[in-house]
């Protein structure tokens, strides 16, 4: 009788052998004989001799005998949190993102909106004070169950709107008292001055800065519109902090986008020593592929790059201290906890499930634009039709929030047979082509998905095989 | 007969709903209105979205001051959501003094703040009544109990399977329609201010961290046992606060150890289990039952799904609880798919399950051996 293949994924560290079982949700180490075997046999098992194929039958009964192996998918692709998806519209709004403005005063080369990406471009349309009321007594209406709530102003450059985030943030916290308020701003840090600062600090709003690196760097892409750098004004204006607020400095983040064409080296050394800026908490991205201008990575990026990134697996082995490690690469620690985390053993593969990616639209960040259009986040294509999910004055539209959730159904067969099922990172904006939802599209980006957790997988083993355990970060 | 206190209740949310569904066990109050803090987005609707239990007469508003004028007294309530009691709490305490109405109060207050408050109150000739307090049970501190009594009365355990799964309200619709069908009922609550209702709190020695474990289950035995000589029910139910689930690693729920105790020191003769909701299997309900027979020596008599459901991803090791709050409705439409099960599966926000929860229970515990003999 023909048994039916596992549902498993090899890989391979340098001389180690191992196999992720999909069910179990667990990595094993195997010997290089078994190994070679599986992998002829998951590859084409019609062409094996026939004493193979035996000794790879006998070898999938014995780990079925101690539970792994097993073939089993799921059967209906469907999102574990649809059942209850009213009660978390209706409850657990977790934050809105405002867009008070579509004006920015920089023209920066890699901006989502600056006609290069698939989405709005930059324009003078503000948000009125009537629609910022609504969606906070919006955020108000369906919070309940949280407590505490996340007011983030976004733009263009939201500060040029800094009379409206006085106004929202007055009344957000006369109209939401007894809820706990977090205020966030996402700013080019160019127009700030003392005013905006003092009201801040007072208001403990926390600011994320845009810095891409040493002058040199940051002003080949972020610009004034009139083509001159920002690097100056922006670090005289952190300057300005650290002189006269200096207890606002802990509220502060800096996120870099880093150009793959970049010199890490120097991006590095920024970050780690300039005055202005070594002390300040750093968020780090990297160009987002799909522009016009294709990104590439230089050799010496990469080989710079590769090279931090072994120092912090020694870190985390505790072979080599913190301090040697660049801040640029620091923040991919979360990414490995993160796996060990999700790498929790399990029977086997519930009956229904989603692939994991897609948060709860309209629940955890949704982002409400100039005109009270409400999207699943701020990073989706604002003109696309597909991405609206409602407004603030009628709701939500559940209907499409639930097309959105279970944006595996789209690509339900490959979904099912996909060993990275429980670690999928793509959501409906993968999808999203000409006002639709596009299975071609989506499925474009699954190659990418399972090299990166496969990469994922490796840097975990090896990590596991120089002592790692992973929970050195728990506090105690 | 006294007058009743005509109360405005502060702040109002889902942890004080059990009551305000059961007012009428307030002998001296009568609850006027509701009020919460504008952000917790109960403001201007019906009372009952806040358990989503179903439609209360009440709506709730967020102008304290504007209330203060209705009522006599201002009743300040324990909250699921957190308050601050400087910024918020203690200048509505002083704003109802000023306003010269009765303060009662049934959250946990400082000596200092209820100095303060007494003081107050006593210059301006006001009541100020503090319901969450110690109300140990009178006993021989120092001497050293060895046995336990037999409970003679019908002991009905209610438990949940975790905390926030709606123990309070079954304890007290349970208690209700008891009285209803005109049976004695001492009750033992799960929580701190239950006098106001007209029952007993859970006495705070089995919290204290002064006493032996051992002891606790004697002190509880003896506890109970006083209030059946005093006031010789024809039922007891004893709510057990906390959920007697020890096993999930990210969701703290004491880990059933009170409940361990207090099974130790009184034999429950009917248990009522309440459950979060999940999308349980018929097995999961055989399998919890004898659960509860190793636990309390007894299987679960009733099963209660709450419209409450935890969000363990979210719940971690060092994060809140994080909870969504479903409408009733939705349970009764799940548990419609088990209705020709024999399972005892109830809904307590639908009127009719509650009545047959009481029924199925009263028939239990009036159950007569096959012989018809009765124990003198």
């Known amino acids: 009788m023909e048994l039916s293949k596992p549902f498993i994924h090899l890989f391979k560290n340098e001389e180690k052998y191992y196999i992720y079982d999909v069910n179990k949700n667990t990595i094993l180490n195997v010997q290089k004989y078994m190994y070679e075997l599986l992998d002829l046999y998951m590859q084409d098992e019609t062409g094996l001799p026939s004493d193979k194929k035996s000794e790879i039958i006998q070898i999938i009964k014995t780990m079925r005998k101690d539970g792994y192996f097993s073939s089993q998918r799921v059967m209906e692709i469907i999102h574990p949190e649809d059942e209850i998806l009213e009660f978390h519209l209706e409850s657990k709004v ?25 989405n709005r471009i930059h324009s003078n349309k503000i948000m009125g004070f009537a629609t910022a009321k609504r969606a906070i007594d919006f955020l108000n209406e369906h919070s309940r169950d949280m407590p505490s709530v996340g007011i983030t102003f976004y733009g263009g450059e939201p500060l040029l709107q800094f009379n409206l985030i006085k106004q929202c943030i007055e009344y957000a916290e006369k109209s939401m008292e007894g809820k706990h308020l977090i205020f966030n701003l996402t700013s080019n840090a160019t127009l700030l001055n003392e005013e905006i600062i003092s009201y801040f600090e007072a208001h ?100 710079e790059y590769n090279n931090e990134m072994s120092k912090l697996y020694l870190s985390m082995a505790g072979r080599m201290e913190e301090r040697f490690i660049s801040k640029i690469v620091k923040n991919k620690k979360k990414g490995l906890v993160d796996v060990a985390r999700k790498l929790v053993p399990m029977n086997c593969l519930p009956e229904k499930g989603h692939p994991s990616g897609p948060c709860i639209p309209g629940v955890q960040r949704p982002f409400i634009d100039i005109e009270g259009n409400i999207f699943p986040c701020e990073r989706v294509n604002e003109s696309s039709g597909i991405m609206n999910i409602g407004n603030i004055y009628d709701g939500f539209d559940i209907n499409q929030i639930r097309k959105l959730l279970n944006i595996g159904k789209i690509s339900e067969q490959q979904c099912k047979n996909c060993w990275a099922f429980m670690f999928c990172t793509l959501c409906a904006a993968s999808a999203d082509h000409n006002n639709e939802l596009c299975p071609m599209k989506k499925e474009s980006f699954c190659n990418d998905v399972r090299s990166y957790v496969e990469s994922l997988f490796k840097d975990y083993c090896a990590l596991k095989e ?5 929970e050195d970060d728990i506090e105690i | 007969m006294s007058i009743k206190k005509q109360i405005c209740v502060y702040p109002f949310d889902a942890q004080f709903s059990p009551v305000l569904r059961y007012k009428e066990l307030l002998a001296d109050l009568n609850i006027v209105s509701v009020v919460s803090p504008p952000g917790w987005g109960l403001a201007g609707k019906n009372a009952g979205i ?7 007469d009440y709506i709730v508003s967020s102008d304290f001051d504007a209330h203060l004028e209705r009522c006599d007294s201002v009743l300040y309530v324990e909250s699921i959501n957190q308050i601050d009691f400087q910024s918020i709490l203690l200048p509505r305490i002083n ?63 209610v438990a949940g399977l975790s905390e926030r799964a709606q123990k309070f309200h079954i304890q007290l619709s349970l208690r209700n329609n008891f009285m209803k069908l005109g ?19 859970f006495p705070e020695f089995m919290f204290k961290r002064d006493q032996y474990e051992s002891n606790k289950v004697i002190l509880f035995n003896h506890f109970i046992k006083r209030i059946e000589i005093d006031e010789k ?47 349980y299997s018929l097995g999961y309900f055989k399998q919890l039952s004898d659960l509860c027979k190793q636990k309390f020596g007894i299987n679960i008599d009733c099963f209660n799904i709450a419209n409450i459901r935890t969000n363990y991803e979210n719940a971690g090791l060092f994060v809140h609880q994080d909870y969504t709050t479903l409408h009733a409705d939705f349970i009764d439409r799940w548990k419609y798919k088990f209705k020709k099960s024999d399972i005892p599966l109830f809904n307590m926000f639908n009127t009719d399950d509650a009545v047959k929860m009481t029924n199925c229970l009263v028939n239990k515990l009036s159950r007569k051996n096959d012989l018809g003999y009765e124990i003198v």
């Not at chain 1, 977790?94 to 698939?118: D, F």
């Not at chain 2, 049976?183 to 709190?201: A, I, P, Q, W």
């Open chain 2, 183 to 201: 049976y004695k009922v001492s009750m033992v609550g799960s929580r701190k201010y239950c006098e106001m209702l007209g029952f007993h709190s």
């Open chain 1, 94 to 118: 977790a934050m809105i993102s405002l867009q008070v403005t579509q004006q920015c005063n920089l023209r920066c080369e890699y901006c989502v909106y600056s006609g290069k990406y698939t």
């Open chain 1, 204 to 303: 403990h709003v926390y600011m994320l800065i845009s810095i891409d690196g040493p002058e040199n760097i940051h002003d080949r892409s972020r610009k004034f519109a009139s083509g001159q750098g920002s690097f100056q004004t922006i670090m005289n204006n952190i300057k300005t902090i650290q002189e006269k607020f200096p207890d606002y400095q802990k509220n502060l983040t800096i996120n870099t986008v880093i150009n793959h064409n970049s010199s890490f080296s120097a991006i590095d050394a920024f970050f780690s020593n300039c005055e202005q800026v070594k002390d300040i908490a750093l968020n780090v991205q990297f160009v987002k592929s799909g522009s016009e201008d294709n990104i590439y990575a230089t050799e010496k990026f990469l080989a």
């Open chain 2, 233 to 279: 029910p024809d039922v007891m139910i004893i709510g057990l606060p906390g959920g007697i689930d020890g096993q999930n690693h990210s969701a703290r729920n004491d880990f059933g150890i009170l409940s361990i105790e207090i099974a130790a020191a009184v034999k429950p003769d009917a248990l009522v289990m309440s459950l979060q909701y999940n999308d």
């Open chain 2, 50 to 56: 806040a358990d989503g239990g179903g439609s209360l």
């Open chain 1, 466 to 470: 120089l002592g790692v355990s992973f």
């Open chain 2, 95 to 157: 704003r109802a003094i000023d306003a010269k109405k009765n303060i009662l109060c049934m959250i946990p207050l400082g000596e200092e703040s209820v100095a303060m408050i007494q003081n107050r109150c006593a210059q301006s000739s006001l009541l100020f009544k503090n319901y969450n307090k110690d109300n140990d049970f009178d006993y021989n501190h120092g001497k050293k109990a060895y046995g336990r009594f037999y409970i003679n009365t019908p002991v009905i355990f």
